[in-house]
């Protein structure tokens, strides 16, 4: 009597995620914290737990994705947007990189919309081009084949039919991925899908865009393996810890105007240099950048004590990736005052 009640009272301490239902599915969100989760470029609070729920304020545009990638799965999940009027948008991101794309807020991937009350028309033929639930797509370089021809070409199916509620009601996704086949059911019947997706194993992530939206009851149940091959694959996760919330200088220190955060940009808006709170030794340091096409100033970046300069042509999103080596002295990362430089993505991963 004794081991039985121990055995009881040590399965009653198991983590939520170990209890799978009636149906196999067990939780990936245990109610209680975001344990299991990743914010990728976001704010520490724009993704918080109450009540039961995840909560994106969906301020700065970003995501966050899941510890493990997935591949073959059943999901099931609850969302609900509280605007009742105005625009709500969110995803979820089937497949994902663990970084989001050059010059992007995002990964690539497959999204599952979670839109409210909007409705996109082709302004020639007025045909609907996407709708405010539903709808599966490639994103950011991702590709796909949907079940259904879409009116303009694009890869991205539309529902069959209207099922989701509005703002402030909660809507229950199914979403079965298998071998690059996507479906997705909304609210007990399946509406949309897409094939011959790519990547096809890859992160989970749900998406900050700009509304509150909340989650609950998120459960899966994973598939066999169908061994895809390594360019099928989403790019794993590195150790890569974001050193920018996109919304404030949290983290750094310039001058008074002489730089901006916002939106999920650094922008230089003055003539003095922004640098982090925190050194670096030996490490590699990934942002993205870019400066108008009329800028005059040069771009540069300092690390390790030395500077480098960030040449690329103007105007268009730029990747760049700099090691610190391993005996260069201690210090921030600082970037130097350009007209129009803007700033993204901006991750570090420290090297042994």
């Known amino acids: 009597m004794r081991l039985r009640a121990l055995f ?18 067990t939780p990936l969100f245990n109610g209680k914290d975001l344990n299991g989760w990743v914010p990728v470029n976001v704010h520490p609070k724009s993704f918080f737990v109450k009540d039961g ?38 995803g979820l991101f089937v497949w994902g990189d663990a970084l989001p794309v050059a010059g992007s807020p995002f990964t690539r991937g497959i999204e599952v919309q979670i839109l409210v009350n909007l ?54 996704y199914r979403v079965e991925a298998k071998d690059g086949v996507i479906k997705l059911s909304v ?20 998406e900050s865009e700009g509304a509150e939206c909340h989650f609950r009851n998120i459960k899966i149940k994973e598939l ?30 310039t001058e008074k105007g002489a730089w901006t955060a916002a939106g999920g940009h650094l922008k230089c808006t003055g003539d003095a240099p922004v640098s982090t709170d925190a050194k670096f030794g030996a490490a590699e340091l990934m942002f993205d950048w870019r400066v108008p096409a009329k800028a005059t100033a040069g771009a540069a970046v300092e690390i390790g004590g030395k500077i480098i300069a960030l040449t690329a042509k103007p105007g268009p999103w730029s990747r760049q990736v700099l090691t610190i ?6 210090g921030p990362v600082t970037f130097r005052p ?9 991750f570090v991963r420290e090297l042994k």
């Open 8 to 25: 009881v009272s040590l399965v009653a301490l198991l983590p939520a995620f170990a209890q799978a239902d009636k149906d196999g599915l």
């Open 53 to 90: 729920e995840i909560i994106t304020t969906g301020q700065p545009i970003g995501y966050m994705r899941t510890e493990k990638q997935y591949e073959n799965f059943i999901l099931e999940m609850e969302w609900m947007h509280v605007n009742k009027e105005k625009v709500g948008n969110s």
């Open 119 to 172: 409705l996109y028309k082709d302004k020639k033929t007025g045909e609907v081009t996407a709708t405010s639930h539903g709808d599966v797509f490639a994103i950011q370089g991702a590709t796909c084949k949907p079940d259904r021809p879409h009116p303009g070409g694009w890869m991205r199916c539309l529902p069959s039919e209207h099922r989701a509620k509005g703002g402030g009601e909660w809507n229950h």
């Open 187 to 206: 609210n007990g019947k399946e509406v949309s899908g897409v094939s011959e997706c790519k990547p096809r194993k890859g992160y989970l992530a749900l």
């Open 224 to 253: 066999p393996s169908s061994s895809p091959k390594p360019e099928e694959v989403g790019k794993a996760a590195e150790g890569h810890k974001s050193l920018f919330n996109g919304l404030d200088l949290d983290g750094w220190k």
């Open 325 to 330: 080596p391993a005996d260069a002295p201690r």
């Open 338 to 346: 350009a007209e129009g430089l803007e700033i993204t993505n901006i």
